[in-house]
């Protein structure tokens, strides 16, 4: 099986063999054919000790693209492991922008001896960047960008590349400045290669480009490129001067990173936590939201013992409980999941709040009704009382629809709050579902039934 095809699992499998058997020589090969993408995968999927074993042997030079590529969490257990001048050789050849995102996790000393090893401009650099917020723009920007004037030659513009030898990868555009540095436009290299040389780059060059504010906050910059279908942008300051480029490669890591914070929220975890982390430190990790969650079952169990003599007297009421619970926390999950998506995007404001509140309210109307009567049905054929089924779809109607307005409202409030509605959204919810799941039906089951 060539390297190009083979799967995750069968690295493993080949790793794990070599490891047990103290084979370097297959862990070097398998090593030498992987990009540093690949080899921080591996490591990622293998319990600590034997990540410590493979982590000896990641070639060096491209240890600090390997760190860059794997989790905090798992960043922290690579670097405990290695030396302080290690740490400082592996990021050596790191541009400003890798370099500011490793930089608050390496220890204290290490870091002061990392800006004693750079040069003042690259100092100045780093520290530019590590000034700006750690989600904005001008923390992904990469300052290697090419700029020429808008007065020169497309020949003279050729002349310096030539002088220059080479470019930075992944760049499409030159980026068009004035004589203070202010962002103009873009001169695209199939321009500069198809059109005349005598012409002026102000003749070719064009203008319709939106920079990016330093300050755009990265999900709002994954959404332009996306919507723009964009390649690169440049990245400018609050007077207009050039700063920088954002380009595709960046952006992909920052929709890899919101999907993965996405899910593991939903879970109430964090999006950096190690799947192989020790048992203790996980396990404090997720008692937090289990404590939570277990408050709220106390309160839905209060609610339940409020009505103790009605489910002594009635059987059937026990029974049929649980349906009504679960029918509301499914009604609500699905608005909940759509609210906090739309939100991620940015498609939910205050300005169609309402209507989306009174759309999902319609729908809970019709969802609630149908399903209902089947319910009702059901309950009549089981139990042969009319009156428990008219019950039982009663307190469906009211906790779907309550569902409903819940996934709408309950996001809405939580970010207002300042509190992430992925990570502590479905834990209020299903208090809400549960509560007035069993406050309607044995409610309404004793007001109608003792």
Do not use: C
Request: glycine fraction near 6%; proline fraction near 3%; charge should be negative.
């Amino acid at each position: 099986m060539s390297e190009t095809t083979e799967t995750l699992e069968s690295r493993l499998s080949r790793i794990h063999e070599a490891l047990e058997a103290d084979d370097f020589v297959i862990i070097e090969e398998v090593l030498a054919d992987l990009e540093p993408a690949e080899i921080a995968l591996l490591l990622e999927s293998l319990p600590l000790n034997e990540r410590a074993r493979l982590w000896e042997r990641v070639p060096h030079d491209v240890d600090g693209e390997v760190l860059l590529h794997v989790r905090d969490e798992v960043r922290t257990t690579l670097i405990n492991d290695m030396e302080p001048h290690e740490i400082v050789a592996a990021t050596a050849g790191l541009d400003t922008t890798d370099l500011a995102e490793l930089f608050e996790d390496l220890p204290k000393q290490v870091a002061e001896d990392m800006l004693r090893s750079m040069d003042e401009l690259q100092r100045t650099r780093l520290q530019e960047t590590l000034a700006f917020e750690e989600d904005s723009a001008g923390r992904l920007m990469r300052t290697d960008t090419v700029s020429v004037r808008a007065d020169v030659t497309l020949e003279t513009v050729q002349r310096f590349l030539r002088w220059k030898s080479q470019v930075p990868d992944n760049t499409y555009l030159l980026m068009v400045v004035d004589r203070n540095g202010v962002f103009m436009g873009v001169l695209p290299l199939s321009r500069l290669v198809s059109q005349d040389p005598e012409l002026a780059v102000a003749d070719v060059m064009n203008t319709d480009v939106d920079s990016i504010p330093v300050t755009m906050h990265s999900r709002e910059l994954a959404t332009l490129f996306e919507t723009h279908d964009l390649s690169t942008a440049p990245v400018v300051d609050e007077q207009g001067l050039l700063l920088g480029r954002i380009v595709i490669d960046d952006i992909v890591d920052v929709i890899r990173e919101d999907s993965d914070q996405a899910l593991m929220n939903l879970a109430g975890l964090d999006e950096e936590e190690d799947l192989f982390a020790p048992v203790i430190s996980s396990a404090k990790r997720r008692a937090v939201w289990l404590g939570i969650n277990l408050i709220t079952a106390f309160l839905a169990a209060w609610v339940i013992g409020r009505f103790e003599d009605a489910l002594e007297k009635i059987v059937a009421l026990a029974v049929l409980m649980p349906i009504v619970a679960s029918m509301g926390g499914i009604a609500g999950s699905q608005t909940l999941t759509l609210a906090i998506r739309g939100m991620a995007l940015g498609q939910i404001s205050r300005t169609n709040s309402n209507w989306l509140l009174r759309k999902e309210f319609g729908i809970a109307i019709i969802n609630g009704i149908l399903w209902a009567l089947v319910v009702a049905v059901v309950a009549y054929l089981w139990f042969g009382d009319s009156r428990i089924g008219a019950i039982i779809a009663a307190a469906l109607v009211i906790n779907i629809v309550a569902a409903g307005i819940a996934g709408i409202l309950i996001p809405l409030l939580l970010k207002r709050m300042g509190i992430d509605p992925a990570l502590s959204g479905s834990v209020v919810l299903t208090t809400v579902t549960d509560v007035v799941g069993f406050m309607a039906f044995l409610g309404l089951a004793t007001i109608f039934l003792l």
